[in-house]
């Protein structure tokens, strides 16, 4: 099993640019998770999806963030326009019925300049 | 809405000195609750959950955790630590019917050899 894999580990980008974080859940988990993790805020919960479908994104700070997952095995967090303060480490996590604890991918530590 | 609280924001320890990290939550429901870990510069990792049961939760790597419902405590406990547990560690809790998991601020776990 390769886990959930998150691409790319690092970006680093200009302020106004259009960033695309991308996500692979583990095969059979129907649920996925976007999470941003910074020094000051710690773990916020942006988005997360059951069965493809978005359940919850109240945690998207504003219009700029968008998520989709178009099929099972696929994700993507897109911020367009980037600016600095969106610089933060992106966890994508799956699970399998939401309830049984979540395996972490491996990040996209995001840096805005 | 739940919430975690984790009551320590940075321990530092010396080896062989005992552990106890508290974290409490605030949820009415059946909780389902979770410790990860996340070493330097990785993704969080699940250490150890409780579902049901036995209220003495035991994980990797020597930790254990005790659900204390009238408390509303999880608290981490590993009687020994070692340099290596030098990592953060996440209280998680997940309730309702949607499962998803709602994050403490972390602790970080400071190990002098």
């Known amino acids: 099993d390769a886990g959930v894999i998150q691409s790319p580990r690092h970006e680093v980008t200009e302020m106004g640019q259009e960033v695309t974080l991308r996500c692979k859940p583990i095969s059979g988990h129907n649920s996925l998770f976007w999470y941003r993790q910074t020094m000051m805020r710690g773990l916020e919960l942006l988005i997360y999806?059951?069965?493809?479908?978005?359940?919850?994104d109240s945690g998207m700070p504003e219009d700029r963030f968008s998520a989709k997952m178009p099929n099972a095995s696929f994700s993507t967090l897109k911020i367009q326009p980037s600016e600095p303060r969106d610089s933060a480490v992106y966890f994508c996590?799956?699970?399998?019925?939401?309830?049984?604890?979540?395996?972490f991918g491996s990040g996209t530590r995001l840096t805005v300049v | 809405a739940q919430s975690v609280s984790q009551h320590n924001h940075h321990v530092i320890l010396s080896e062989a000195a005992s552990l106890e990290l508290g974290c409490n939550y605030s949820y009415g429901g059946t909780v389902n609750l979770f410790w990860y870990v996340q070493y330097p510069g990785q993704h969080l990792q699940l250490l150890l959950k409780?579902?049901?049961?036995?209220?003495l939760v035991k994980g990797i790597k020597g930790f254990e955790a005790e659900f204390i419902k009238s408390k509303f405590s999880f608290n981490l406990r590993k009687p020994s630590v070692q340099w290596s547990d030098t990592a953060e560690y996440f209280c998680a809790v997940a309730g309702g019917s949607q499962g998803n998991l709602i994050f403490g601020k972390g602790t970080k776990l400071s190990v002098k050899p």
């Open positions: 409780y579902f049901s049961g036995d209220p």
């Open positions: 999806f059951n069965n493809n479908v978005p359940i919850d």
């Open positions: 996590a799956s699970s399998l019925q939401g309830n049984y604890g979540y395996t």
